[in-house]
């Protein structure tokens, strides 16, 4: 069932369909992380209804692409930028992300930023039920390694990705951002709740940048907003 509800507090509506995957903390976190100077052009990639492209557009005026496959998503998407009048501002695609090449030539963009799917897929996994919700969560349309070629073929020298995934796949993130060029600049550790596991770290990346990395842990779990908190 298709609902409209609040977009955290941003005063914003977002559509979203009960049955799908829905925005979560990530999205926000992300969508606060990311900054953007003047001019500066931004995709986001596997944008699921458009929480990222929303949010960015209370904090900036630049002009945000989005990809997303998931045609009844995709459809959540545009219902939510209509209703928010950010037809302007935002434009968003409906088609695979590894079809990318074919609206945008290479090294066009200033940001890129995905909130991809978390878990590797194969035949043992146990998946979703509900395909959205399966797409959403696992590598079945997309993989790591497809999404980081991605953002390299997009990305302009020195340009940055902003990432958030689980923790225990940084390595394997690591090793591939590092085989195409693009350098971990700065890791969030992001701490959910009481137990000791940090199990979501935000990743700024910058391609073809110098080697050097920034770490930082936030602890959100008792935080009341999340609005500003990486000002």
């Known amino acids: 069932m298709k609902i ?84 302007e501002q935002i434009k968003i ?26 878990f590797k897929y194969n035949k043992n996994a146990l998946i979703n039920e509900v395909e959205e919700k399966a797409i959403s969560r696992h590598e079945i349309k997309v993989s790591l390694e497809e999404l980081c070629w991605q953002i390299n073929y997009l990305l302009k020298d020195n340009g940055c990705s902003y990432m958030v995934h689980r923790a225990d796949r940084l390595t394997e993130l690591t090793i591939i951002l590092n085989n195409y060029g693009i350098a971990i600049k700065e890791l969030v550790f992001i701490k959910t709740n009481k137990s000791a596991e940090l199990a979501l770290v ?8 110098k080697l050097g990395v920034k770490v930082k842990c936030l602890d959100v779990q008792d935080l009341k907003t999340y609005k500003n908190i990486f000002d």
């Open 93 to 118: 695609i409906n088609d695979d992300v590894k079809n990318v090449k074919n609206y945008f030539p290479g090294n066009n963009f200033d940001v890129v930023s995905c909130n991809p799917p978390f």
């Open 202 to 209: 935000l990743i700024k990346a910058v391609k073809k940048g």
């Open 4 to 87: 409209l509800n609040d977009l955290y507090d941003y005063n914003l509506k977002i559509y979203q369909d009960e049955d799908y995957f829905k925005f979560s903390l990530d999205s926000i976190l992300l969508a606060e992380y990311i900054k953007l100077k003047n001019n500066d052009k931004i995709i986001d990639l596997c944008t699921g209804n458009a929480p990222i492209p929303l949010i960015l557009s209370t904090k900036y005026d630049n002009e945000i692409y989005g990809i997303e496959i998931q045609n009844n998503v995709y459809n959540n998407a545009i219902d939510s930028i209509t209703y928010n009048n950010l037809q």
